[in-house]
């Protein structure tokens, strides 16, 4: 079987399509992205672990990432988090990568989109920073910690995590979320995972119950790919 290791991840180099795991030097990496392989379910990964797939994750786009699948997710996620009666919006993209979302950003209803992008992978923040944002959109990212996320209270009227919740989330980062949204304000995420890891998936959703937010779950599907979950969170306005 061909493949190469790239630190604590292997990349499949074959080209059949790949297998659902691969056993290297006795232990069993399972695919993830296609061609990517991690040595555990993504829930249990390490931050450094995590840190290296985020780079990679960029810096084989082309070969690994759908585009228009991608797209079609982050436009129905910004669908739903949203408020379709605001002139301006202050949006913030949790775990945002390198900044891909503002590609897929429609702001034709909003006058002034300020979008806040946040990720604990330094390296793929520095590609983010070299994105040009669409008119009318003003955008800054920023490496957040591992466990707290450090902007202001009732900062945020929207945000989006794409294809991020299936990894560990702290406690603390859940109590933040709800704490830098205004009061109305809804989050948006999608857990692609949720029928592999069930027992992380309600840990998590429990987690922003016990945070503060309303969770509302829903479907979606994109037409090449197996159906996910989408959870919607809201900040009451009490």
Known sequence: ????????????TGAERAPKAIDHHG???????DRLFLPDRPANLPRE?????SLLRVNMAS??????????????????????SANSLTMLDFGCGDGSLLSHLHTGQHEHTEVVGIDICNEVIQYARLRRP??????TFHTTGDRDIDL????????IACFVMHFRIDANQARDLHRIMKRGGTFAYNDYM????PEHYRATLSMFEGAGFSVTEMSWR????????????????H
């Open 1 to 12: 079987m061909s493949y190469r290791v790239e630190g604590p991840i292997l990349i499949y």
């Open 27 to 33: 232990h069993t990496f399972r695919r993830y992205m």
């Open 49 to 53: 672990v995590v840190r290296a797939l």
């Open 63 to 84: 070969r690994i990432i759908d585009n228009d699948y991608n797209a079609s997710l982050a436009n129905f996620l910004v669908e739903v988090a949203t408020p379709a």
């Open 134 to 139: 669409p008119e009318g959109v003003r955008a």
């Open 152 to 159: 202001r209270d009732d900062s945020f009227d929207c945000g």
């Open 194 to 197: 949720w029928k592999d890891d």
């Open 222 to 237: 994109h037409k090449t790919r197996r159906t996910q979950r989408i959870v919607k969170l809201v900040k009451p306005n």
